[in-house]
């Protein structure tokens, strides 16, 4: 009864708050994303774009990173929008999209966590592992059917 209690009170909440969430995200989801986000009662805002990333965070009240489809630009845009969200008190997710799966994800996610201090870190069993021991290898976004890490040859 109390988890009731309280989801409805989150969901009450978050209907009256409407906020915005700015969202790098990855390419694939960018629509998902911003279909959940309305239909909650949030409204999302997507940019990679690192030239408005400061004035983004400003008027937004929380940040989704998302590491899917990494590339260079979107990359200083992370960490552009990460430092001001900080600064700024912001809320701040970061997905670990395949982490696990290059060097070059490994190597931004490590940057990432360096630099910017995120509130919630999301992730499957593998990508978790990744993040944490950069001895862990996987395949890709998914964990095997045991949960475990799929170990390259």
Request: net charge neutral; charged share 25%; with cysteine.
């Amino acid at each position: 009864m109390l988890k009731k209690i309280f989801a409805e009170h989150i969901w009450h909440n978050l209907k009256k708050s409407k906020p915005l969430v700015y969202n790098i995200t990855n390419y694939v989801t960018v629509n998902d994303c911003a279909n959940i986000l309305l239909a909650v009662g949030g409204s999302p805002i997507m940019s990679d774009v690192v030239e408005e990333a400061e004035d983004l965070v400003k008027i937004c009240d929380g940040l989704n990173i998302n590491i899917g489809t990494l590339n260079n630009n979107s990359i200083k845009c992370m960490l552009t929008a990460g430092k001001k969200a900080n600064e700024l008190g912001k809320f701040i997710i970061f997905d670990a999209v395949g982490v696990g799966a290059s060097e070059f994800r490994k190597n931004t996610a490590k940057l990432l966590m360096e630099n910017i201090k995120f509130d919630v870190i999301k992730g499957n069993f593998s990508e978790v592992m990744a993040l944490f021991d950069s001895s862990k290898k996987t395949r890709g976004v998914d964990a095997n059917e045991n949960n475990e890490i799929d170990r390259q040859k």
